[in-house]
């Protein structure tokens, strides 16, 4: 049974949040580029965000449109499909397994505006907020990989049974 291992951010600002890095090749595209995932079981796909999607140099642009927008808990944002990737996944040995993804859905990073009162000046800002990469339900179930969470010794992995 391989364990694949989740690694614990040291970015204060996320909390210990548990991610995966992949390294993310798309066979249509010649630049690949390591992008933290995180498990989200509450997702049904692989999403991509747009920074990440700069790390691999492919522009939205470039994507065709999905049917639908992604949604999630800040709204919802035009999606655009990315056909034919490949997660790559390194296990706590240190050698690395390719899973196919025959589609990763995108996302535009949405528009938050933000007003604010300074005096007597209404000031609005607009910014853009970053969308993460998630590794969803349908991951685990084509892959096979069966997801493992153990909060009270701060682990989460996935597990090839093979």
């Not at 991610?19 to 999403?47: E, M, Q, R």
């Not at 140099?57 to 927008?69: T, V």
């Not at 084509?142 to 049974?161: E, M, N, Q, Y």
Request: aromatic letters at 8%; glycine letters at 8%; one cysteine or more.
């Amino acid at each position: 049974m391989r364990k694949f291992p989740a690694r614990i951010s040291d970015d204060p600002d996320q909390a210990e949040a548990f991610f995966f890095t992949c390294y993310v090749l798309a066979h249509d595209h010649l630049k690949g580029a390591l992008v933290n995932f995180y498990l989200d079981t509450g997702s049904s796909d692989v999403i991509m965000g747009e920074n990440d999607l700069k790390k691999i140099e492919m522009p939205l642009a470039s994507l065709p449109h999905a049917p639908e927008p992604i949604a999630g808990w800040g709204g919802t944002t035009v999606a655009f499909l990315m056909t034919n990737v490949c997660l790559y996944l390194t296990d706590s040995e240190g050698k690395t397994e390719a899973f196919e993804v025959p589609e990763v859905i995108c996302g535009r990073n949405p528009k938050h505006d933000k007003t604010k009162t300074k005096g007597m000046q209404r000031i609005t800002e607009t910014r853009r907020i970053p969308i993460p990469s998630v590794i969803g339900r349908r991951f685990l179930r084509d892959t096979g990989l069966i997801a493992h969470v153990d909060v009270k010794g701060r682990d989460i992995c996935l597990f090839s049974p093979g």
